[in-house]
């Protein structure tokens, strides 16, 4: 099976760091509502949930990051000649 090809029929775009926390807020907001009150285990849930979405917002836009200024430099060392 070919690594790279995925078996989704329908490509989903991936969610940028800022649309990342705006869910995780959604679902924060959710789990501290007053209708959950009555049930621990789904705010507890929601709750863990949007703290690993904003860690992996975090990442994201690390990741991101880093690979803008990867591109630049390499940019600049073939303008400068070295690659």
Not at 16 to 28: I, Q, S, T
Not at 35 to 51: G, I, N, V, Y
Not at 60 to 72: G, P, Q, Y
Request: net charge neutral.
């Amino acid at each position: 099976m070919d690594e790279g090809k995925s078996t989704n029929t329908t490509p989903m775009p991936q969610m940028r760091p800022d649309e990342m926390r705006g869910l995780a807020h959604r679902l924060r907001a959710r789990a501290e509502s007053v209708l959950l009150r009555h049930q621990p285990e789904q705010h507890r849930d929601l709750l863990t949930a949007a703290s690993l979405i904003e860690q992996l917002a975090d990442l994201a836009a690390e990741v991101l990051s880093s690979a803008a200024v990867i591109d630049r430099l390499a940019r600049l060392l073939r303008i400068a000649g070295g690659a």
